[in-house]
């Protein structure tokens, strides 16, 4: 079974850039999200969406990053203009079900805003 | 609040040596889940294990164990005989009610051979 594929793996931009990363989950995963981890933390949840509809985007920082998930499948996210604390990790998870069952993450995409 | 504490940040042990990662949640649910990912250097998250909140058997694959606490609210891991891959960061985490998982700030293990 194939995991969840994500896209770039790096990127590097400068501040006021935007940038989109791409993510494939699981396939037949209902639930996807989007985690934003920075260097020494845990991941954080960004958005949560079930099929096409969002469940929770309030971590969000919707002035800047937006996400879709057109067809209830792939997604993408984006930001624009970055910032510099935008630096992170973006990981994209799916599971099965919402919540209480457990996520499968992709390798991730490491940006940095310069 | 709904939250994960790991207290440990760093964690350093001499191979065959027992490790356990501390982890204590808050939440004010009755249904809840916990679970352990291992983040390796490569950087994916693997998961290693959920827990409802009615299931307080402790769970033992191979090496690895977890005991959960409801009084204490704690669901720490314990490596037995650790080995250099086990050498990663170790994030414990916490759903509910359909919500998504909510992480520790995780606990880096190293293991020197």
């Known amino acids: 079974e194939a995991g969840v594929a994500q896209s770039p793996r790096y990127k590097i931009i400068e501040k006021r850039q935007s940038v989109a990363f791409w993510c494939n989950p699981i396939?037949?995963?209902?639930?996807l999200y989007w985690y934003q981890q920075i260097l020494g933390q845990g991941p954080k949840l960004l958005i949560q969406?079930?099929?096409?509809?969002?469940?929770?985007d309030s971590q969000l920082p919707k002035d800047r990053f937006s996400a879709e998930r057109l067809k209830g499948v792939d997604s993408t996210l984006k930001i624009q203009p970055a910032k510099l604390e935008d630096s992170a990790v973006y990981l994209c998870a799916s599971s099965l079900l919402l919540g209480n069952t457990e996520a499968f993450f992709g390798q991730g995409t490491r940006l940095t805003v310069v | 609040a709904q939250k994960v504490t790991q207290a440990q940040t760093e964690i350093s042990v001499v191979e065959k040596e027992d490790v356990t990662l501390d982890c204590v949640y808050e939440?004010?649910?009755?249904?809840?889940?916990l679970f352990w990912y291992k983040q390796p250097p490569s950087g994916e998250l693997v998961f290693l294990i959920r827990r409802n909140s009615f299931d307080e058997q402790n769970e033992i694959s191979g090496r690895y164990s977890w005991n959960f606490q409801k009084s204490t609210s704690s669901f720490n891991f314990t490596i037995t005989a650790s080995q250099v891959v086990d050498s990663a960061v170790y994030f414990c985490a916490l759903s509910w009610s359909g919500y998504a998982l909510n992480f520790g700030k995780g606990t880096s293990l190293l293991v020197t051979p």
């Open positions: 969406f079930q099929n096409n509809g969002v469940v929770d």
């Open positions: 396939s037949g995963h209902a639930t």
């Open positions: 939440t004010r649910d009755t249904t809840y889940y």
